[in-house]
């Protein structure tokens, strides 16, 4: 007799919706004495195109929202990542060749010195990022960390790891600015 073998199933999980309790009450004292089960309305994973934009028309934060933003974190967050990988690849093989004109070598310091403030920058900036990209996944993203406000869909376009409203970023700057005047 031939051994059977054991076939693994692939589980894949699903979001559910599910009508809540009001609206089932509210439902059933229209139709009296029948039961009503709450609809369940499965979501696959959104997809967007790659020259999805997003519109002021659509539910703010919808998932498409969500899925676009999450793409362009991503990809800003690679490219990143790429340049500060070459930059510092490259910047390590210059350590070699040490000139004996002291100009030179001041210049060389320099320079290094520089790129080496704007990878910090970029560090910095991918951390952002990957808050930004928890704030998604909370679903807290595009709001105001102050206010809970909407940020508004042209301000994230234009800066998408912005934390604040226009309006509470200013505040924290100006409060920033006069702290660091003590």
């Known amino acids: 007799m031939p051994k059977s073998r054991k076939v693994k199933k692939k589980v894949t999980k699903v979001k559910i919706k599910t009508v809540a309790k009001s609206k089932v009450k509210a439902i059933s004292k229209s139709r ?24 002021e ?11 676009f933003f999450r793409m362009k974190l991503q990809d800003w967050k690679k490219e990143l990542v790429k340049a500060n990988n070459e930059a510092l690849y490259n910047g390590s093989m210059d350590d070699n060749s040490i000139s004996a004109d002291i100009v030179d070598q ?71 600015k006069v702290h660091a005047d003590d």
């Open 32 to 55: 009296p004495k029948t039961t009503i089960k709450p609809k369940v309305v499965e979501k696959g994973p959104i997809k967007i195109s790659k020259t999805y934009e997003p519109k």
């Open 57 to 67: 028309t659509e539910k703010y934060m919808c998932e498409k929202h969500k899925v």
């Open 106 to 176: 001041a210049s060389s310091y320099t320079d290094k010195n520089v790129e080496m403030k704007a990878i910090n920058r970029q560090i910095k900036l991918i951390s952002e990022i990957d808050k930004a990209l928890l704030r998604i996944k909370d679903d807290t993203y595009g709001y105001c960390l102050d206010t809970a406000e909407p940020i508004g869909l042209k301000r994230l376009m234009a800066r998408p790891v912005a934390k604040y409203t226009i309006a509470a970023q200013e505040k924290h700057e100006k409060n920033e």
